[in-house]
């Protein structure tokens, strides 16, 4: 087997260590038998400057992005690193064949970065490793570190692998600075981080005009639906950077991903999605985004399975992603693995406790574990977290007590009613026809289900990406006012029906944030 590398990458924990900084002393080298995977521990430096925090960060991202093409084996990013713990511990503990340590250090304007490489099983090292480059040349100083880091590990490396290890992202250091936060940003799954996510990528391509990858990621941002615009507003500026990603670069794979997202998710085109999708993937099947937002469409137009097994591949790329996870929930109850449902569920509160959608993907999974209580106190949770009034919240626990979820299900119809008669007040109201049609349809309402349906189409709503991957959709199915309302947004007719879910009946997602399948 190659090597597998976890990289720690988001903020790097930097720690002041006194004289003797934290990095393993490199005795002479004896190579252990087979290496399978390598684990890159948080980098030390006794710099405190929270910018610079942000440029090693992106110093590992590109490391791991760079080694990824190159390297026979899966490459890895992992945060399960525990502050305080020993690097060979944390080896060990993961699992890893070989440990890399760093310690990081500004001389003036040289920027010094070293490593240490150390198998597990018997302590033996590497030979060190020592790159350094000027303070503005952070790109040359990642070359050097990948280059060296790639032909340690696997000293027969093509000469053609070496020379995609020097490819770089952007010519602008803090543009790819602005990149790595701006990412941290959006998969954190909330409104502010997204319009935070917005502002960093815009800043990076003002920056650098011609780099492709952060065009490509600000028009999946303006596209992710827990955005608090209306989707009509955002989607010129979606589609606009997302043409610019493709006119720079047609055959980056992020710009053709970022092209195949708006197609399907604000044009309804989604054959061209399709074909894009897999424009991207044959460019590179390594891509952990890519494969996200392709399992995304999948499970947009009713193909959970597939989704899953596209997530699957995200998953194997950056194995400690909530995001990758969190889209696997939903596919993973249309097709009727609670079980497995749950476990990602409890993955992700082991990754962050505080991960924003929590509540919200817990009240779907207790729906669907029968424990309604549990899933309505949930939902209740999420909504109060996505700021509807505390008024409106008590209600809703009212009816549930009164009458259970079908009361519960028409105390919510009735506020929401409310809001569409008291006219558009944004952000929520953008897909209020949406929202009524789901909790219709947990009703079993045919009509307004219907109905409700038609308007949400007629508005450019959120529908069309609902209406074959709910469930609550089952019971009008084949009905052929559902099968035209599918051509009206140019899915093609379909009378498969997902998996019967218990999920409850108004999804904690559905009054400002949409369902938890679409988020990138």
Do not use: C
């Not at 899966?74 to 310690?103: C, F, H, K, N, Q």
């Not at 119809?413 to 409310?418: A, D, E, F, G, P």
């Amino acid at each position: 087997m190659g090597a597998l590398l976890l990289a720690t990458v988001g903020y790097l924990t930097f720690l002041v260590s006194g004289s003797k900084p934290n990095i393993i002393e490199p005795p002479a080298h004896s190579e252990p038998a087979e290496i399978r995977s390598v684990l890159v521990v948080p980098f030390r430096t006794s710099l405190q400057d929270p910018q610079f925090a942000y440029l090693s960060a992106a110093m590992a991202e590109g490391l791991v992005s760079r080694l990824r093409p190159v390297l026979n084996a899966r490459v890895e990013e992992s945060v399960a690193a525990i502050p305080g713990e020993a690097p060979m511990t944390t080896g060990a503990r993961l699992g890893a064949d070989v440990v890399i340590s760093g310690l990081v250090e500004q001389q003036g304007r040289i920027l010094k970065v070293s490593l240490a490489l150390v198998s597990v099983a018997n302590t033996q090292p590497f030979p060190s490793l020592t790159s350094e480059a000027q303070t503005t040349e952070l790109f040359a100083l990642q070359d050097q570190m990948a280059l060296q880091v790639a032909t340690t590990l696997q000293p027969d490396l093509p000469l053609d692998a070496r020379s995609a290890l020097t490819q770089k992202a952007s010519a602008s250091t803090r543009a790819y600075g602005l990149l790595i936060r701006a990412r941290d940003a959006w998969t954190s799954r909330n409104p502010e981080s997204i319009d935070d996510a917005i502002g960093l990528y815009t800043a990076a391509v003002d920056l650098d005009p011609s780099f492709v990858r952060a065009h490509a990621e600000l028009a999946i941002a303006y596209g992710t639906l827990e955005a608090r615009t209306d989707p009509l507003v955002r989607q010129p500026y979606a589609i606009a950077a997302a043409a610019r990603a493709v006119a720079l670069d047609a055959t980056s794979p992020a710009a053709q991903a970022a092209l195949a997202f708006v197609r399907y998710r604000f044009e309804w085109r989604w054959a061209d999605a399709a074909a894009a999708f897999t424009r991207a993937l044959a460019s590179n099947p390594r891509d952990a985004l890519v494969h996200q937002l392709f399992g995304q469409y999948l499970h947009a137009v009713g193909r959970s399975s597939d989704a899953l097994a596209e997530f699957g591949q995200a998953l194997d790329l950056e194995p400690d992603s909530p995001a990758i996870r969190a889209d696997m929930v939903a596919p993973l109850l249309s097709t009727g693995q609670t079980s497995e449902a749950r476990s990602m569920v409890d993955a992700i509160r082991a990754l962050d406790p505080e991960w924003a959608q929590l509540d919200a993907l817990d009240a779907d999974v207790y729906a669907a574990e029968g424990l309604v209580a549990e899933s309505a106190a949930s939902w209740w949770r999420a909504l109060l977290a996505q700021g509807v009034p505390a008024e409106r919240v008590d209600a809703l626990r009212v009816a549930f007590r009164a009458g259970g979820f079908d009361a519960m299900t028409k105390r919510w119809i009735v506020q929401l009613r409310r809001e569409v008669d008291a006219g558009p007040t944004p952000p929520s109201s953008f897909r209020l026809a949406t929202d009524l049609a789901l909790a219709h349809a947990r009703l079993s309402n045919r009509e307004e289900t219907l109905s409700w349906l038609a308007v949400a189409i007629d508005l450019h709503e959120d529908a069309p990406l609902l209406m074959l991957s709910t469930t609550a959709f089952n019971f009008v199915r084949a009905d052929p006012q559902f099968q035209e309302l599918l051509r009206r947004s140019n899915h093609a007719p379909s009378t498969q029906h997902p998996a019967p879910s218990t999920q409850h009946p108004a999804r904690s997602t559905q009054h400002v944030a949409p369902s938890t399948q679409h988020r990138p």
